[in-house]
């Protein structure tokens, strides 16, 4: 049975409040996963409220028992790797094993510039996505100590203690629908691939070639944990719906990878996705502060894929 869960914007409003009340209802209600995103504010004004990635998480850690939860994603440009890895162990041992370390090459320029953290070009930021991956996976599977050089990060004798409690750390997840850059590195490094945003027929046709990059891995094809992080607009009924669809067409909206419709719909075009090999949904909830809905959702639409307990 595939996974529902959610992600929540960190940098469109969330605060203290909010994500108390976010990561209440995931557990309560039934989600599987609570993931938000790790940014400083949005791509454009006006500034919100944004709580801090991994301080929100070490709470997340400590105040549910039940759901998975991570960065979707974390940018390679805000923190050292070596920092990235240690922050996700602590945080993997405190929750008992329940974090998911999604990691990416950053793109929002407008954050950078106005907190000071050099933004370079997109070439640059997957090169020194690439070596981080390769810092992070290395500290914390290597129980000896690690050396490395890269162009941009180095170790030299460094060993990740304590050791994390779960064997090789945290999963690490990597997110984009890239064939050529994205999916290579989905297939070195990651244990689980989240696309974003995308067609059910480009969905089909990535997963294909993650199998067959994963054969040239080494590694089983299927062996990598596929998801999607796509947006939920979702009506109590008809009228609801069109009130929050406003000017926009479903049809146009779901044929590009959105989820949106009644709780039939949104049961029926998960099921399409879930049939193509998507195993997790991280569905983008973005009135953080519509609690109703979210336990409607979970009473309408998560038994289908939760089973009825």
Known sequence: MAQIGLMIEGQDGLNWPRWVR????????GYQCLFRSDHFTNASAPDKDSLELWVS????????????FGP????????????????AA??????????VLGMGAGWQEREHYKFGVPFYDFPTRYARLTEGLEVVTRLLTSDAPVTFQGQYY?????????????PGGPPILIGGNGPERTLPLVARYAAEWNA????????????????????????????VKCSLMTQLIFGRDD????????DRDADELVARGLI???????????????????????LQWLDQDNIADLELIARDVLPHFHGAG
């Open 260 to 282: 949106v419709g009644t709780a039939e719909a949104v049961i029926e075009q998960l099921g399409r996705f879930a049939e193509a090999g998507v195993e997790r949904f991280t």
């Open 57 to 68: 998480l070490v709470y997340a850690a400590d105040h549910t028992q039940r759901i998975e």
């Open 90 to 99: 602590a945080v993997d041992d405190l929750s008992g094993g329940r974090l």
């Open 239 to 246: 009228a609801d719906l069109r009130r929050k669809l406003g």
């Open 196 to 223: 974003v945003f995308i067609r059910l027929e480009t969905y089909q046709e990535r997963r294909r070639q993650l199998d067959d990059l994963l054969d040239r891995q080494g590694r089983a094809p299927g062996s």
């Open 22 to 29: 976010l990561l209440k209802a995931a557990e309560d209600f």
């Open 72 to 87: 979707l994603v974390t940018p390679i440009t805000f923190r050292h790797p070596a920092i990235t890895a240690r922050m």
């Open 154 to 166: 180095t170790l030299d004798e460094a060993v990740l203690l304590p050791r994390p409690q779960r």
